[in-house]
């Protein structure tokens, strides 16, 4: 069974930081286009960050240049660096994954919190 199995999340102050991982089991990893989305209290799932197979990357406006998004494909795992953390940056983070090539092989994970408050 297929397994993506978020950690690192947790309460930070603003300004803070935390680095979020996405460990994936039982599919080929390095075959994929992870992300990471989030859903604050209330609100829709979004975007916050991908990287694809071969290694591109793109974000959602509201992180570009406090987040990083990177993967290790030799150890199935991806992560997400956030600095410079806001309190509006709060909510359940998922991991996501999408096959390269074919649409239909789409995997979540369960979600971590994060919450960003003084």
């Known amino acids: 069974q297929v397994q993506l199995v978020e950690s690192g999340g947790g309460l930070v102050q603003p300004g803070g930081s935390l680095r979020l991982s996405c460990a994936a089991s039982r599919f080929s990893f390095s075959t994929y286009d992870m992300s990471w989305y989030r859903q604050p209290a209330g609100n829709q799932r979004e975007l916050v960050a991908t990287i694809r197979s071969g290694g591109s990357t793109n974000y959602a406006d509201s992180v570009k240049g406090r987040f990083t998004i990177s993967r290790d494909n030799g150890k199935n795992t991806m992560y997400l660096q956030m600095n410079s953390l806001k309190p509006e940056d709060t909510a359940v983070y998922y991991c996501?994954?999408?096959?390269?090539?074919?649409?239909?092989?789409?995997?979540w994970g369960q979600g971590t919190q994060v919450t960003v408050s003084s």
């Open positions: 996501n994954a999408e096959h390269e090539r074919i649409a239909s092989l789409i995997y």
